[in-house]
């Protein structure tokens, strides 16, 4: 048994997630730009709340990593290494972008997902991932344009998540995407942590950073995604 709390602040999304061995207890979620550093700490008051446990109960700390707004990251984080250190519990770092393609995989098992990121104008952060769960191609800021991901688009459906979708769509338009609803969650970090926390996966609380991908290159979309 584990009882984990769970943060994402990754995007607008304020969330915190409680689970017991992967069993959601309580959530909590405010979509409020700037929110964070206002609510985060409300919101993890809330959820032990009403859970019925204490801050003292908790057997680990886990928080969305990366990528996504540098401002909401470094609160999260800072907020996951603090309890971490202060509670004495090990600390859970989760990829942001696979967590919204388990999303997907929740909904429509063995899927082609391609998690997306807001970045500023026509650029995202994006991974790509298998039916299996696979990386195929690794977390990395791209620009979209009318060609973007057309080798995999041209053999199969792709289920595009994040909250990039909307713009994405304006240039997207070929009749294998798929533009799902789904947004960053701490459930699903919860999800994931418990996963971790049985294989002991933790992160050193003194020099785990969030995974912001702030070097950018430009990225053109691949004419054979699986060559070297």
Known sequence: MALILSLETSTDNCGVALHQSGELLASRLVQE?????????????????????RMEDLDAVAVSEGPGSYTGLRIGVSTAKGLAFALGIPLIGINTLYALAKQAWNEIPSILVISMLDARRMEVYREIFG???????PSAPEILDENSFLPWLSK?????VGNANQK??????????VFLDLLPNANTVGELAWEKFKQQKFEDVAYFTPNYLKEFRVLKSKKNPFAS
């Open 33 to 53: 730009a700037g929110a964070h550093s206002k609510m985060l700490p409300e919101l993890i008051d809330q959820v032990m709340i009403q859970s019925g446990h």
């Open 156 to 160: 199969s459906k792709v289920y595009f």
């Open 168 to 177: 994405a769509q304006e240039v997207i338009t070929h009749p294998n995407a």
């Open 131 to 137: 039916t299996n769960g696979e990386v195929l191609d």
